[in-house]
């Protein structure tokens, strides 16, 4: 049990670091549209995919690659790859109204959340 969390710790220690990286080398950028977010976010979707589909075999079963790389390191990295993976889960398994619903309300729920987390922060 102990190594779990040993894996997820290191994991999430160099994915956070990873991400912070990226935003540093793209902090610079005079877009208007959030670059280095939007990279982290198709490359973290691309590495869980990778991950959970070729190494599958070897990562269901390993006690620390499995806590390292998806829950620690992906984990930090962005959430958004877990978001992603689950959708393209529902849709694999022919859930495509579930699917939908999935994606539509956490868009929408995530955009108030942060609206209200932004109204109640500057009230406080």
């Not at 710790?9 to 939007?38: D, M």
């Not at 729920?109 to 109204?119: D, M, N, R, S, W």
């Amino acid at each position: 049990m102990l190594t779990k969390f040993l894996a997820v710790a290191i994991g999430g220690a160099l994915g956070s670091v990873a991400r912070y990286a990226l935003n540093t080398v793209f902090a610079s950028t005079l877009l208007p549209f959030p670059l280095a977010t939007f990279l982290i976010n198709v490359t973290g979707s691309f590495a869980i995919g990778l991950a959970l589909s070729f190494g599958a075999s070897r990562i269901a079963h390993d006690d620390f690659l499995r806590p390292f790389l998806i829950v620690g390191f992906l984990g930090a990295y962005t959430t958004f790859s877990t978001f992603e993976f689950e959708t393209f889960e529902l849709i694999n398994t022919r859930n495509l109204a579930l699917a939908f619903l999935y994606v539509s309300l956490s868009f929408a729920l995530g955009l108030i959340g942060v609206l209200a987390g932004t109204a109640i922060g500057k009230r406080i």
